[in-house]
């Protein structure tokens, strides 16, 4: 993808040209470009080596010379080529190609799935702990009924059988101890 501005010259005094300048460089004659290499078919390689700006340094020397620069020409472009290839590095290190996202997003939606499934089990487990936990409850509940009802039979049998020695005749008693204790 080239960047084409729109036609413009960047000189503004046409009374500069002459024998001894060369043409005027037109701001269409500065070609740049943000190049793309093939790294979305290796999404392990680190993207920030994998975009670079691509533009014509000389016509830009041309440009700063005609406007009065000498010899500092080539060293602000090199300076200019410094700063924008870093903070192209920094730009494109917080970006990822689209396959890299595809893949990020795979393994978040595959993570998720693997929880989801984890809860499923957790779920059920956790069920079957209740129901086991409150089938030991009815055990336990209807050996208190049966501990209750042997008790509260016993504490009669007792009850009854002190009433009748204290108002029974003895001979009456005999009989009735026998039957109860058979």
Same mark, same amino acid.
């Given at each position: 993808y080239l960047y084409k501005p *729109?036609? *413009?010259?960047? =000189?503004? *005094?046409?009374? @500069?040209?002459?024998?001894?300048?060369? =043409?005027?460089?037109?701001?269409? %004659?500065?070609?740049a470009s943000a190049q793309t290499l093939q790294y979305d078919l290796k999404p392990d390689v680190p993207q920030a080596g994998g975009r670079k700006l691509f533009f014509? @340094?000389? #016509? $830009?020397? =041309?440009l700063l010379e005609e406007n009065g620069f000498t010899q500092? #020409?080539?060293?602000? $472009?090199?300076?200019?080529? =410094? @700063? @924008?290839?870093?903070?192209? %590095?920094?730009i494109y290190s917080d970006m990822v190609t689209k396959v890299q996202q595809e893949i990020s997003l795979l393994q978040v939606m595959s993570k998720i #799935?693997?929880?989801? *499934?984890?809860?499923?089990?957790? %779920?059920k487990s956790e069920f079957s702990t209740l129901? #086991?936990?409150? %089938?030991?409850l009815k055990v336990q509940l209807s050996q208190l009924k049966v501990?209750?009802?042997?008790?509260s039979c016993s504490n009669g049998k007792t009850l009854l059988i002190s009433n009748?020695?204290?108002?029974?005749?003895?001979?009456?008693?005999?009989?009735?101890?026998?039957?109860?204790?058979?």
């Open positions: *729109k036609w *413009k010259l960047f =000189r503004s *005094k046409p009374s @500069t040209f002459g024998p001894n300048h060369s =043409r005027p460089v037109l701001s269409s %004659e500065i070609n014509d @340094t000389h #016509a $830009v020397v =041309r500092q #020409a080539e060293v602000l $472009v090199q300076v200019l080529l =410094r @700063t @924008t290839s870093s903070n192209m %590095e920094i #799935a693997a929880v989801k *499934k984890d809860m499923v089990i957790l %779920e129901l #086991a936990e409150n %089938e030991k501990q209750l009802a042997v008790s009748i020695l204290c108002s029974a005749p003895p001979f009456f008693m005999l009989n009735y101890l026998s039957i109860i204790l058979l």
